[in-house]
């Protein structure tokens, strides 16, 4: 059988026999479908890239009716059992995993950038005091590009991993300093004998001791949900840094783009949801009701279903071990309780069952940032940091891929067709009227 697909135009009668490449035909061979020569040729139409890939990619795979997620095929299981989020960011980065030298590099080069031009201090004192964690964070990430003009040179691969070392040094320096200000807490330095997950939650909480010693379990755990969310393949933020990234602008602009997607509720603000959803069930008794009411289709059980996984997602089941060993050492957040029971109701309803709703990375991650003491307004920074290692690897391996151009795609214009220019006495009704009316 020839791995190809035969397309009858039926307003000509002609067939076209068009290559089939991994499971794929490519848009561009439908150009070649006129109707006449004048004819621009057959595009194709997808919004929101429902059934288009962008890129071939060998970062992160995942089969979303299984529920697999691998970085650079290593299983997300392994890698949150055995792996550190500085190796993992090292695995997504370069395509392997570090010998024991090259690991010991990263890790020093990634502490000794953790500190940021006292310049970013001064700009971030000038943010309202009640700023939002993300809006902060996206504005100084872009700002960082302006203390390094030569991240420019996107072509110099030296010059690309001295800024995908600061920017994963610096992002925690900048997100814990973002809920610093919101509190109206000093900003505190980096501490170097800290370990990347560790030195991040001094900066976050240290007050007046001399060393900030977290619960080694509550590193770990944090940790894991570093490893977690480190990448998840072409997803609307990694999409957004690929896009900005293709017009060889710095990788400091291109990543504050790519952190503006993450903030929007539908892609990194869904756990702060799920918390909220909690608090309003209030009680477990009242467990049957909600979901009924989901049901009749007043509102959306959040941390639940996923575009991609129509199965268990692989990363909501190792949140909720990790949720055990937090709670072993926080105490339990009394709205566990509500969402076990949430999970075992959906899980067996057929509503939830037929429709292939399952809980998704949301469900439980929000219950650990709060039981570790973080605030719901900096969910999308915690998100954001590991992120970064993902938005990086995506941006790595778009700027060398030859296949690339600069991101443009086609429109299908559906707008008026040419008129001329009517002077202003003569027009009748005003656009806001005409938009009212429509
Ligand atoms: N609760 C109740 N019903 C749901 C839910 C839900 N959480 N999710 C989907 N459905 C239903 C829809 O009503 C629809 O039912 P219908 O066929 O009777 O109309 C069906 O399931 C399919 O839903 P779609 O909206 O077509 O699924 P889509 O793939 O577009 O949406 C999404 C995925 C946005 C994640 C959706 O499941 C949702 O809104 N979930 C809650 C929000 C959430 O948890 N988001 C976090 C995603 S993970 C992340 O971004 C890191």
Redesign the pocket.
């Known amino acids: 059988m020839p791995d190809t697909l035969t397309l009858t135009d039926n307003r000509t009668g002609l067939t076209y026999e068009v290559a089939i490449e991994d499971g794929a035909v490519r848009a561009n061979a439908l150009r070649q479908i006129k109707v006449d020569e004048a004819d621009f040729g057959l595009m194709s139409y997808d919004p929101a890239f429902l059934n288009t890939a962008s890129v071939r990619s060998a970062v992160t795979f995942i089969d979303g009716d299984v529920g697999i997620l691998r970085y650079r095929g290593y299983p997300i299981e392994q890698l949150a059992t055995e792996s550190t989020y500085l190796e993992t960011a090292f695995l997504l980065l370069f395509g392997e995993l570090p010998t024991k030298d090259e690991l010991a590099r990263f890790e020093h080069e990634i502490t000794f950038h953790t500190f940021v031009h006292e310049n970013v201090k001064t700009l971030m004192t000038g943010f309202r005091y009640d700023a939002h964690p993300m809006g902060m964070f996206v504005s100084v990430v872009a700002a960082l590009g302006t203390l390094y003009p030569e991240a420019a040179k996107v072509d110099d691969p030296d010059v690309r991993l001295a800024q995908v070392i600061r920017l994963i040094a610096k992002v925690p320096t900048i997100a814990a300093w973002s809920y610093r200000h919101n509190k109206g807490l000093p900003f505190v330095y980096p501490d170097n004998d800290l370990g990347f997950a560790e030195n991040f939650l001094s900066m976050m909480f240290k007050m007046a001791e001399p060393k900030y010693e977290p619960d080694p379990a509550l590193v770990r755990a944090l940790e894991v949900l570093f490893i977690l ?1 480190a990448d ?1 393949e072409q ?2 933020s990694a999409n957004a840094m690929r896009a900005i990234g293709s017009s060889k602008v710095d990788p400091y602009s291109a990543l504050a783009g790519a952190a503006a997607a993450l903030y929007g509720p ?3 603000g ?2 702060e ?2 918390l909220r959803m909690l608090a309003q069930i209030g009680d477990v008794k009242n467990v049957p009701e909600f979901v009924e009411r ?2 009749s ?1 007043e ?11 129509k199965n268990y ?1 692989p990363r909501a089941k190792i949140i909720k071990e990790t949720a055990d060993s937090v709670f072993e050492v926080t105490g339990r957040n009394p709205l566990l309780d509500i969402a076990l029971e949430l999970e075992k109701i ?1 899980l067996e309803d057929e ?2 069952v037929s ?3 399952y809980p ?4 439980y991650s929000g219950l650990i940032y709060q039981a570790l003491g973080l605030p719901t307004a900096m969910f999308p920074v915690l ?1 954001a940091i590991p992120r970064t290692a993902g938005w990086l690897a995506q941006w790595l391996e778009g700027i060398v891929d030859p296949e690339q151009k600069i991101a443009r795609p086609r429109q299908i214009y559906i707008g008026a067709d040419e008129r001329s220019y009517v002077p202003i006495e003569q027009r009748s009704a005003g656009v806001r009227d005409l938009v009212a009316a429509s």
Do not use: E, Q, T
């Open positions: 969310h998840h997803n609307c539908l892609h990194g869904a756990n949801a799920v989901v049901k289709g509102g959306r059980l959040m941390g639940f279903g996923h575009r991609v996984y997602d959906a509503y939830f429709r292939k709703l998704n990375v949301d469900f998100f």
